[in-house]
């Protein structure tokens, strides 16, 4: 019986015996090689909600992943140049830009991240803590 190159598994010619036993073994093969493939991929989780108007400490938000990411980018979906945020995992602060009558804000943004859940607010206003009333914005996480 031949095998194949890269995981040695069963090629059949007409006259070798086909069992079980190659085929469990072939599967079992193909099983690690999937998951060793999962284990190096990057995950991405794309995703949206919609602000509140709240903001501060006692009014967060939250984001809630199903892996632990190692960045997360936050925009309004207008897209905006004003009303987004990157986040490295680990990384306690990040900033968010306002540029209103010809004057630059800036607002320093606490982060917590535990687990996969990565919390922010911000005191200055829900602008600044992306979570203007009725506005939609799209998140990103690499991990």
Known sequence: MNKTENLKLNVW????PILVGDFNEDNRKIDAAVAALNAKAARVEVGSYTGTGTFGREEPNSLTFSFQPKFVFVVSESGSIYENFRAFHGM????????FLGSDYWERIPLTWEGNTLCWYATKGNFYQLNTKNQKYVYIAVG
Do not use: W
């Open 13 to 16: 010619e007409k006259s070798d």
């Open 92 to 99: 306690p602060t990040t900033y968010v830009y306002s540029s």
